[in-house]
Nanobody
Framework: QVILVESGGGSVQAGGSLKLSCAAS????????MKWFRQAPGKEREGVAQ?????ATNYADSVKGRFIISKDKDTLYLQMSRLKPEDTAMYYC?????????????????WGQGTQVTVSS
């Protein structure tokens, strides 16, 4: 059973930093892609940062140079720096299987409950 639990959200002023964590169980990194998503009120969910199964990273243009995704044995992280009010959202970590046949991340099937990030100007 895959379980993902996010933590580390909070309120911060613009320009500040936060580090989100996602404790993962039931996952083998060699078989899964891991991704941070966010969703602001009234907006569609968007992908923020991703690891594929080879450890390659990918970032949304809006966060490049400010956010860093990392992981250790059983936790996924998102270090967020130089935060902006537009980064305000619920942040979710998600896991999805990697297809070695197509060399791509498949549908993200497993989700955490989310952690709120609020950035004030």
């Amino acid at each position: 059973q895959v379980i993902l639990v996010e933590s580390g959200g909070g309120s911060v002023q613009a320009g500040g930093s936060l580090k989100l964590s996602c404790a993962a169980s039931g996952i083998t990194y060699a078989d899964y892609c891991m991704k941070w998503f966010r969703q602001a009120p009234g907006k569609e969910r968007e992908g923020v940062a991703q690891f594929d199964t080879y450890g390659a990273t990918n970032y949304a243009d809006s966060v490049k140079g400010r956010f860093i995704i990392s992981k250790d044995k059983d936790t996924l992280y998102l270090q967020m720096s130089r935060l902006k009010p537009e980064d305000t959202a619920m942040y979710y970590c998600a896991a999805g299987p990697f297809s070695f046949a197509s060399q791509s991340c498949m549908e993200y099937r497993h989700w955490g409950q989310g952690t709120q990030v609020t950035v004030s100007s």
